[in-house]
Each structure stands twice: as structure tokens, then as C-alpha cells.
């Protein structure tokens, strides 16, 4: 019987034990006696499918959201990506770099790929409740693109809508105002309309409570901290979600799509399918041979490593040392090539030794079955402490204190006695310092430092204190030139570039 392959929307990976991992059936393929796939259901495959380029889910991500922050470093070796490092590691913006250029290319990608599937609906005259949901996935996805870019370049263009020619989509850029209330309004929607879950055979697919987390973290950038404190409430009452344990395995192949995720981006490889992303590779350890792994970008640096307190597992369980036991006793010493700049590698995007030797998964292909986690159930829990201690009040401040404490519940399993105590300040400054160290070294080397420094307004501070020479203006990337330059001067150039 002849397959449809849909190379695009790769579902649940989660594996029960390393060694099936490569045998299973991926869940995005069909027989023609299946689902009767519609070509609506395909314009919503590939829309999934924008979220595993380079741009979303590889080396262009990492640059953009890791590299710039205090948490991470370029690494490699000193001669490589020199003007990467510069602009990523030491704020030395370029209006014409690769690594910008196709961020800002991507992330369009994937708007005008939802764009198309809201477009399909929207010309349905009585559109089904299935076709509803497959809006709303687009809807939730555009929003996820458009956060993205906001974060990255503040004011840019709202296409809200089908191109179906490069001169409609060249339109001006809108305020960065303009673009949140189209986030809003999107995952408004798709709130309402998506499910609170899917069936095993659609794991991965964006639900009701991946919209209202998403909901909440926009709003945790912006202050709104009634709106983000409700959705996280929200969410935790639900009951839909849980921390998984122990901590390390959550970034493991068998923690893909566990009780504690609430979106990652799918991905898949095996020895005939390659529908992956170059999340882990681009981080992989770069050495060679058994540890040909990777490029060695994207690395913890001692600033981050000194940030855990004593004792804390999630240390070692973020910042894999170099020249060390590899994680899972299996696969010797990590070795990396001569002149490696760093002393660990970001565990989180470390492959099981198993899985690779199944997969021949050495460069080129290291990791990229390795799914990448957008949101777990402990940010929800962190950004809802977070928000009840601005609000303040004797309840809220006892509900932060409750959900700062699962949090270290579970990061100190297994550790000895004392080992992270309680958290027992009701004083909101010193909670609030509390707040935001757990969120720092729970969410270590997970994209996201950076702006939590900008949105708590103390990047300057915490930048100008490593000796580096972040400047407000730096909270902002610039356009990328070719896309101005295309635009035949509709795009303008960000203040200060």
C-alpha cells in the first residue's frame, strides 16, 4: 500500500527505552485508508513544519536567544564564527549577518505558512468545528512567530493575512503595541477553540493549555501581572500537567512530551527519515569521532555555573563538563578537538550514547531526533510566583511561596539534607530576588535568560558587571539590510542602526 508521508509535522517521540526509539512508527505518516487527510490538514502539517528551520529550532535560534545572554557563550574553538561571538557574545550588531538575516527569514516563513491555513478557513463559508481547531493551531503558531520577532526587533511588519505576491507583503513596520494586540487576539482564539488535549496518535499538537501558557508568558513581558497570575491559575487547576522526575530526564529522549511539557517542537531521525532539527547538533560536543557531536556552540559560562547554590543537581544536570564522565556512563570521556573554548556543554541538548549508535548519529546527523522544549508546567509555576508577589497581598504571597517551593522540591531529589532549603521570606524585594534566581537555574541554557534580564530591566546592570558592553539600544536587533534593501525603503532601519 503506498505511504503518504507527511515530512512535516513529526508527533510524539517519547520513548519508554532508548533502544525502540528508532523502531517506532513515526506519527505523522499515513497509509491512503487512513485519515482521509485533508488539504486543509496538510496546510496545518506545514505549518508545524515551519518551526523545525534553522531559524526556530537550530543555530539561528540559539544565537538570537541564548548566546546574547549571561548564561551562554559562543564557545567552539577561538577561529570559529568569530563574527558570531562578536555580535552575539559581545553586542557588536551587524544589519547584514547570516544568523539574523534568516531568524528574521523563518520566523516569516512560518507567518505566511499560517497565514495560509487562517486564509483556507476564513473562505469557508460554515467552517466545521474540525476546521475551527485547525485554525486555531495557526492561530497559536503565528502568535509564537510574531512574540518571537516582537522580542527580537520590537516594531516590525503585520502581514495578517495571505501573500500571494512579494509586493503585497511589503508593508511598513507597526508599532510594537500593534503586534502584541494581534498576538492577543490570536491566542484569544485559539484558547477558545483548541482542546485540552489530543489523542496519543497526535502528540505534540498545540492545545487550549498551551495557548493560555503562551497567553501568560506575553503578558509576564509585559507586566501585566492580573492577566498572567489568572492564566497560570488557570492552568495549574487543571490538573492537566505535573513536574516530571527527576529533573534530568525531562531533557532526555524518554522525557519528549512528558506529563511536565506543555509545547515542544517535534522532531524525528532515524535510518530513513530525517525530519529533525539541528537543536542538539548545533550544540553537541565538538570533538571527533565518538564525539563528533557537533559544532560546540552555545555554551554554559562560568557565570551561570557559579549562580547554582551549593549542592543544587541541576548543575551538573545543565553544565556537562568537558574532559569528564559523560552523563550516562556509557560512552567514556568527553573529548573535545584541541582549543575548545569553555569548560562544559549544555547537558540539556545531550543525546542518549544508545540512541546515537542506533542512529549513526554523528555529524552531520548528531541529535536531531532530539525534540526542543518551548514550554514546560514549571514556568507556568514560576511565572504565576512571579506574578502573585508583584501584586502582592498576604494570599498571593503565600500561593508564590507554595509554587517556588515545588519547584525545589523536585530540583533537590536526591540531594542530602539542607540542600536547597525553604524559601520562608514574605518581604517582596527579597521574594522577588528569590523568584528570580529559581527561574534562572531551573530554566539554565533554555533560551530564555536574555529576555527575562530585558523585561526585569536589569540587563545593563548585569551585562555592564561581566565587563560587557551591552547599551539599551541592544535590547533590539537591527532589521536585517537585505530585507530593507528589498523593500525598496518601505522597511525602516530600528533607532540607532
Same mark, same amino acid.
Given at each position: 500500500?503506498?505511504?503518504?508521508?507527511?515530512?512535516?509535522?513529526?508527533?510524539?517521540?517519547?520513548?519508554?527505552?532508548?533502544?525502540?526509539?528508532?523502531?517506532?512508527?513515526?506519527?505523522?505518516?499515513?497509509?491512503?485508508?487512513?485519515?482521509?487527510?485533508?488539504?486543509?490538514?496538510?496546510?496545518?502539517?506545514?505549518?508545524?513544519?515551519?518551526?523545525?528551520?534553522?531559524?526556530?529550532?537550530?543555530?539561528?535560534?540559539?544565537?538570537?536567544?541564548?548566546?546574547?545572554?549571561?548564561?551562554?557563550?559562543?564557545?567552539?574553538?577561538?577561529?570559529?564564527?568569530?563574527?558570531?561571538?562578536?555580535?552575539?557574545?559581545?553586542?557588536?550588531?551587524?544589519?547584514?549577518?547570516?544568523?539574523?538575516?534568516?531568524?528574521?527569514?523563518?520566523?516569516?516563513?512560518?507567518?505566511?505558512?499560517?497565514?495560509?491555513?487562517?486564509?483556507?478557513?476564513?473562505?469557508?463559508?460554515?467552517?466545521?468545528?474540525?476546521?475551527?481547531?485547525?485554525?486555531?493551531?495557526?492561530?497559536?503558531?503565528?502568535?509564537?512567530?510574531?512574540?518571537?520577532?516582537?522580542?527580537?526587533?520590537?516594531?516590525? $511588519?503585520?502581514?495578517?493575512?495571505?501573500?500571494?505576491?512579494?509586493?503585497?507583503?511589503?508593508?511598513?513596520?507597526?508599532?510594537?503595541?500593534?503586534?502584541?494586540?494581534?498576538?492577543?487576539?490570536?491566542?484569544?482564539?485559539?484558547?477558545?477553540?483548541?482542546? $485540552?488535549?489530543?489523542?496519543?496518535?497526535?502528540?505534540?499538537?498545540?492545545?487550549?493549555?498551551?495557548?493560555?501558557?503562551?497567553?501568560?508568558?506575553?503578558?509576564?513581558?509585559?507586566?501585566?501581572?492580573?492577566?498572567?497570575?489568572?492564566?497560570?491559575?488557570?492552568?495549574?487547576?487543571?490538573?492537566?500537567?505535573?513536574?516530571?522526575?527527576?529533573?534530568?530526564?525531562?531533557?532526555?529522549?524518554?522525557?519528549?512530551?512528558?506529563?511536565?511539557?506543555?509545547?515542544?517542537?517535534?522532531?524525528?531521525?532515524?535510518?530513513?527519515?530525517?525530519?529533525?532539527?539541528?537543536?542538539?547538533?548545533?550544540?553537541?560536543?565538538?570533538?571527533?569521532?565518538?564525539?563528533?557531536?557537533?559544532?560546540?556552540?552555545?555554551? $554554559?559560562?562560568?557565570?551561570?555555573?557559579?549562580?547554582?547554590?551549593?549542592?543544587?543537581?541541576?548543575?551538573?544536570?545543565?553544565?556537562?563538563?568537558?574532559?569528564?564522565?559523560?552523563?550516562?556512563?556509557?560512552?567514556?570521556?568527553?573529548?573535545?578537538?584541541?582549543?575548545?573554548?569553555?569548560?562544559?556543554?549544555?547537558?540539556?541538548?545531550?543525546?542518549?550514547?544508545?540512541?546515537?549508535?542506533?542512529?549513526?548519529?554523528?555529524?552531520?546527523?548528531?541529535?536531531?531526533?532530539?525534540?526542543?522544549?518551548?514550554?514546560?508546567?514549571?514556568?507556568?509555576?514560576?511565572?504565576?510566583?512571579?506574578?502573585?508577589?508583584?501584586?502582592?497581598?498576604?494570599?498571593?504571597?503565600?500561593?508564590?511561596?507554595?509554587?517556588?517551593?515545588?519547584?525545589?522540591?523536585?530540583?533537590?531529589?536526591?540531594?542530602?539534607?539542607?540542600?536547597?532549603?525553604?524559601?520562608?521570606?514574605?518581604?517582596?524585594?527579597?521574594?522577588?530576588?528569590?523568584?528570580?534566581?529559581?527561574?534562572?537555574?531551573?530554566?539554565?541554557?533554555?533560551?530564555?535568560?536574555?529576555?527575562?534580564?530585558?523585561?526585569?530591566?536589569?540587563?545593563?546592570?548585569?551585562?555592564?558587571?561581566?565587563?560587557?558592553?551591552?547599551?539599551?539600544?541592544?535590547?533590539?536587533?537591527?532589521?536585517?539590510?537585505?530585507?530593507?534593501?528589498?523593500?525598496?525603503?518601505?522597511?525602516?532601519?530600528?533607532?540607532?542602526?
Amino acid at each position: 500500500m503506498k505511504k503518504l508521508i507527511l515530512p512535516i509535522f513529526l508527533l510524539g517521540i517519547g520513548v519508554a527505552g532508548c533502544s525502540k526509539f528508532l523502531d517506532r512508527k513515526p506519527l505523522g505518516q499515513y497509509t491512503q485508508d487512513d485519515l482521509g487527510l485533508s488539504a486543509l490538514e496538510s496546510q496545518v502539517m506545514a505549518a508545524y513544519a515551519g518551526l523545525r528551520t534553522e531559524g526556530c529550532a537550530g543555530v539561528k535560534f540559539g544565537a538570537v536567544h541564548s548566546i546574547r545572554s549571561d548564561d551562554a557563550m559562543k564557545g567552539s574553538i577561538a577561529s570559529d564564527g568569530v563574527p558570531a561571538e562578536q555580535m552575539f557574545d559581545d553586542f557588536i550588531y551587524l544589519k547584514d549577518f547570516w544568523l539574523l538575516n534568516d531568524y528574521w527569514g523563518d520566523h516569516y516563513r512560518l507567518v505566511k505558512l499560517c497565514n495560509d491555513v487562517i486564509g483556507a478557513v476564513d473562505k469557508t463559508a460554515n467552517p466545521n468545528p474540525a476546521e475551527l481547531v485547525n485554525r486555531g493551531e495557526a492561530k497559536f503558531l503565528r502568535a509564537y512567530a510574531y512574540f518571537n520577532l516582537v522580542r527580537a526587533f520590537g516594531e516590525v $511588519p503585520k502581514i495578517d493575512f495571505v501573500v500571494t505576491n512579494t509586493t503585497e507583503g511589503n508593508v511598513p513596520k507597526k508599532s510594537v503595541a500593534e503586534i502584541y494586540a494581534l498576538i492577543d487576539a490570536d491566542l484569544q482564539e485559539a484558547a477558545n477553540v483548541l482542546p $485540552p488535549t489530543w489523542g496519543p496518535e497526535y502528540i505534540g499538537r498545540t492545545t487550549k493549555w498551551a495557548a493560555k501558557a503562551l497567553q501568560a508568558k506575553t503578558w509576564i513581558t509585559r507586566s501585566n501581572w492580573g492577566s498572567a497570575l489568572g492564566a497560570c491559575r488557570e492552568i495549574i487547576n487543571s490538573n492537566q500537567y505535573r513536574l516530571f522526575e527527576p529533573y534530568w530526564k525531562v531533557f532526555s529522549e524518554e522525557g519528549e512530551n512528558c506529563p511536565e511539557s506543555i509545547f515542544e517542537i517535534q522532531a524525528l531521525y532515524n535510518s530513513t527519515q530525517d525530519y529533525g532539527i539541528q537543536y542538539a547538533n548545533y550544540q553537541g560536543v565538538r570533538g571527533s569521532g565518538n564525539w563528533d557531536l557537533g559544532w560546540g556552540w552555545n555554551v $554554559p559560562t562560568q557565570d551561570l555555573y557559579d549562580a547554582f547554590e551549593t549542592g543544587d543537581p541541576r548543575r551538573e544536570y545543565t553544565c556537562m563538563a568537558n574532559n569528564a564522565p559523560e552523563p550516562y556512563g556509557i560512552a567514556g570521556t568527553i573529548t573535545s578537538q584541541a582549543g575548545f573554548v569553555g569548560k562544559w556543554y549544555n547537558r540539556k541538548a545531550y543525546t542518549h550514547p544508545n540512541v546515537r549508535n542506533s542512529a549513526g548519529g554523528n555529524v552531520p546527523r548528531a541529535g536531531r531526533w532530539l525534540n526542543m522544549r518551548i514550554v514546560r508546567y514549571a514556568d507556568v509555576l514560576l511565572w504565576a510566583a512571579e506574578a502573585a508577589n508583584e501584586l502582592g497581598g498576604a494570599q498571593n504571597t503565600t500561593d508564590a511561596l507554595q509554587w517556588l517551593e515545588l519547584i525545589r522540591t523536585r530540583a533537590r531529589q536526591g540531594a542530602p539534607a539542607g540542600t536547597l532549603p525553604k524559601v520562608v521570606t514574605t518581604v517582596q524585594a527579597e521574594l522577588r530576588d528569590a523568584i528570580r534566581h529559581e527561574r534562572r537555574v531551573e530554566f539554565g541554557m533554555e533560551h530564555e535568560r536574555f529576555y527575562d534580564l530585558v523585561r526585569w530591566g536589569i540587563a545593563e546592570q548585569t551585562f555592564g558587571q561581566l565587563g560587557k558592553n551591552y547599551q539599551p539600544r541592544n535590547r533590539y536587533l537591527p532589521i536585517p539590510q537585505p530585507e530593507i534593501d528589498k523593500s525598496g525603503g518601505v522597511l525602516k532601519q530600528n533607532p540607532d542602526y
